[in-house]
């Protein structure tokens, strides 16, 4: 039987030319703007991305004209691909720019594929992204005529390897640097309130990934200043999580923080421009005298080995 691992991501702009795409494929997910009418939904859709699409690409132009998540994803499927061995396809597919669904599920089908193992690169699960990119790509194969066996897993945020990969990436961003001096923020993204109210785990799951990091510190004689948990990227009047990070910023009298950004496994906008960038000059304009951002895992050789157990533990 010939089997594929495909990762699962959110995807981003490979060009400015894509922004536009990204963010009408993102708003028009029923995941996202949740109303039963299709057309009150595109018309929504059609409003945020006209008005949003200009200063979007001023923040890609700023890290370099597109999102790097793309390139770290091709770089992780490599890796992993040595890892695993040939006779097992890797691949991965984004949500609202290419490689998407339609485009890789028909190459799937066409090399003969018989069963796939769906890894979303989401560490905590959220109907938004887990379940909009699982529904995606399992929507496509049906549309297509391609009925492959399917294993999914939700999410890895307990696994240990994982974690691992966390702790050495804190310590680069540390450095050689007295941990007691600096406060440490997990930051991840925003959910509406009313997308966790009606039953989402992930302001659960995110929460007890800190406390599972906290335990490790402790266990690896790592005290910082202190351990904090806040959210980032509102978008819209509505109700989400809080506290905000800028909020979180506000409320520290120690001005030295890492940033950790808990949600996300592969650096894109939201690391490189609004974490590294945009936050930055907040906390500039606070006083910081140090404010470090930790890098997702990417392409780390813990995070391979972390998706190699993944799959070797859903086969």
């Known amino acids: 039987m010939k089997e594929a691992i495909v990762l699962l ?36 859709a059609g409003i945020i991305t006209l008005t949003r699409t200009e200063k979007s690409q001023e923040i890609y132009r700023s890290i370099g004209g597109k999102s790097p998540i793309v390139d770290h994803t091709v770089s992780l499927v490599e890796k992993l691909q040595s890892q695993i061995g040939e006779e097992i396809v890797v691949d991965f597919v984004m949500r609202y720019t290419p490689p ?46 391609w009925f492959p066996i399917m294993v999914e897993i939700k999410h890895f945020f307990t696994n240990a390897t994982y974690n691992e990969c966390l702790l050495a990436l804190i310590k680069d961003a540390l450095g050689g640097d007295d941990s007691h001096e600096f406060d440490l923020i997990f930051s991840a993204h925003g959910l509406p309130q009313k997308i966790v109210d009606e039953g989402d785990p992930y302001q659960r799951q995110v929460a007890a990934h800190v406390e599972i990091m906290k335990d490790i510190f402790h266990r690896e004689g790592i005290y910082f200043r202190g351990v904090h948990l806040a959210y980032q990227s509102k978008v ?80």
């Not at 890789?104 to 003969?112: I, M, P, R, S, Y």
């Open 100 to 145: 998407m669904a339609q485009e890789v599920c028909t190459k799937l089908k066409e090399q003969g594929i018989q069963k796939v193992y769906l890894i979303p690169l989401y560490p905590q699960y959220s109907s938004t992204t887990t379940a909009s990119s699982i529904d995606d790509f399992e929507a496509t194969a049906r549309s297509i005529g």
């Open 9 to 44: 991501n959110m995807g981003g702009p490979n060009n400015l030319r894509e922004v536009e795409m990204f963010l009408t494929n993102m708003f028009n997910d029923p995941a996202i703007i949740r109303t039963k009418s299709t057309l009150l939904r595109r018309l929504i």
């Open 236 to 315: 819209g009047p509505m109700k989400w999580l809080e506290p905000s990070l800028e909020s979180m910023l506000h409320t520290l009298t120690k001005k030295k923080v890492i940033i950790v950004p808990i949600a996300f496994t592969i650096d894109n906008s939201e690391t490189d421009f609004e974490l590294s960038i945009e936050y930055a000059e907040i906390a500039h304009e606070l006083g910081f005298t140090q404010y470090r951002v930790a890098r997702c895992p990417n392409d780390h050789p813990l995070f391979v080995q972390t998706l190699k157990e993944l799959f070797e533990k859903m086969r």
